[in-house]
């Protein structure tokens, strides 16, 4: 193999380890941005359990002070409305966490195959190497 031949293998590695590099970036990229939608969904979510505790509570506080039965309907109605908003907040926090799952095992194979990549690489510098010195 000549000397050419070697620069040329290790010009077209080492452009595919820049790549690699690049997707490696972009996936961990995505990863944090995935967490940190999963972080807002919990936000939220969590949110909606205290406006629910807070209805709950104005609710017990209508009743003990001997709230109209229209005050009561209503409580009832905005502590339905409030159920409903933390099952829907519990369920985006689910498809958020498995979003930032898929983001996660996508980060993973991209550093796989960059490490790959760089071996493929290294053993060709290594190749290029000691084929040199028994040209010495």
Same mark, same amino acid.
């Given at each position: #193999?000549?000397?050419?031949?070697?620069?040329?293998?290790?010009?077209? *590695?080492?452009?595919?380890?820049? +790549?690699? #590099?690049?997707?490696?970036?972009?996936? %961990?990229?995505? !990863?944090?941005?995935?967490?940190?939608? +999963?972080? @807002?969904?919990?936000?939220?979510?969590?949110?909606?359990? !205290?406006?629910? *505790?807070?209805?709950? *509570?104005?609710?017990?506080?209508?009743?003990?002070?001997?709230?109209?039965?229209?005050?009561?309907?209503?409580?009832?109605?905005?502590?339905?409305?409030?159920?409903?908003?933390?099952?829907?907040?519990?369920?985006?926090?689910?498809?958020?966490?498995?979003?930032?799952?898929? @983001?996660?095992?996508?980060?993973?194979?991209?550093?796989?195959?960059?490490?790959?990549?760089?071996?493929?690489?290294?053993?060709?510098?290594?190749?290029?190497? %000691?084929?040199?010195?028994?040209?010495?």
């Amino acid at each position: #193999m000549s000397a050419a031949r070697f620069k040329s293998l290790l010009a077209v *590695q080492k452009h595919r380890v820049d +790549r690699a #590099m690049g997707v490696v970036l972009e996936k %961990n990229e995505t !990863v944090r941005q995935r967490e940190s939608d +999963r972080d @807002a969904a919990r936000e939220r979510a969590q949110q909606a359990v !205290v406006a629910y *505790q807070l209805v709950q *509570q104005r609710l017990a506080e209508s009743t003990l002070a001997g709230g109209l039965a229209f005050q009561l309907a209503g409580a009832s109605s905005r502590c339905e409305i409030q159920r409903t908003l933390i099952a829907d907040t519990a369920q985006a926090l689910g498809t958020a966490e498995e979003v930032l799952v898929s @983001a996660e095992a996508e980060a993973v194979d991209a550093r796989a195959t960059y490490r790959r990549t760089l071996a493929r690489q290294d053993a060709l510098v290594s190749l290029q190497a %000691n084929w040199s010195r028994k040209r010495e």
